[in-house]
């Protein structure tokens, strides 16, 4: 069973640039989450999806946009980036349902300067 | 809207020592909680939970008890490890129903380190 996988580890963008980050779900998991990870902070909702729709979102503004594809990957999609969005962005897998368990990838480290 | 509180960082003792790392929460409703691990260079492992009050939730030697009077999860362990170095942090989710989808709400995190 293959886990929770990010990709890129690590990005490098300056400001007002766009960043694409990508999460392959755990095997047979339909749901995704993205969260937010700040230097020092805990990790803080942005969005999930399930059935290639967005089912949630934090408190995050319209920049911050995602995508799932059929086979339940997702993308995490941030405009006009700010210094303020360097952190730790973390993607989540579950099957469908508040109470079901996520897991979580390794994380994707995005620096912005 | 919900919040987590952690115990202030960082933690260091040393191995064998008796360990505890207070958390309490605000929440509507009866939450779930949690306590994640993260480990240097790692993403979030979930460390155990508790779904209901007076739940005790156990892994590795490490046990919180799920207290809805004093709105407390705090974690404890009786002999901790050098390989326990680690981020620990305390979590809810709130339950089914509603707007709910499961979003986790998060605690700052407490720095651990272990000594030989």
């Known amino acids: 069973e293959t886990g929770v996988t990010q990709s890129p580890t690590h990005l490098i963008k300056t400001r007002g640039q766009q960043v694409t980050l990508r999460c392959s779900s755990q095997?047979?998991?339909?749901?995704v989450s993205w969260y937010q990870q700040a230097l020092g902070q805990g990790p803080q909702f942005i969005f999930q999806?399930?059935?290639?729709?967005?089912?949630g979102r934090g408190n995050f503004p319209p920049r911050f946009s995602g995508l799932q594809f059929p086979n339940y990957s997702s993308e995490l999609n941030v405009n006009a980036l700010e210094l303020d969005d360097s952190a730790l962005y973390l993607c989540?897998?579950?099957?469908?349902?508040?109470?079901?368990?996520?897991?979580f990838g390794p994380g994707t480290r995005l620096t912005v300067l | 809207g919900n919040s987590v509180t952690q115990m202030e960082g960082p933690v260091t003792l040393s191995e064998e020592a008796f360990l505890t790392i207070n958390c309490t929460y605000t929440?509507?409703?009866?939450?779930?909680l949690f306590w994640y691990v993260q480990y240097p260079g790692e993403g979030l492992q979930l460390l155990l939970k508790?779904?209901?009050?007076?739940d005790k939730g156990s892994n590795k030697g490490f046990e919180a008890t799920y207290r809805k009077e004093t709105t407390s999860f705090h974690l404890e362990k009786g002999s901790v490890q050098v390989s326990d170095s680690a981020v620990y942090f305390c979590?809810?989710?709130?339950?089914?129903?509603?707007?709910?989808?499961?979003?986790?709400?998060f605690g700052q995190g407490t720095i651990l380190t272990v000594h030989p």
């Open positions: 508790a779904t209901k009050a007076d």
């Open positions: 999806y399930y059935r290639e729709e967005e089912n």
């Open positions: 989540a897998s579950s099957f469908h349902g508040p109470r079901n368990e996520q897991f």
């Open positions: 979590a809810l989710r709130n339950g089914a129903g509603g707007t709910s989808y499961g979003k986790l709400t």
């Open positions: 929440a509507t409703g009866y939450p779930s």
């Open positions: 095997s047979g998991h339909n749901t």
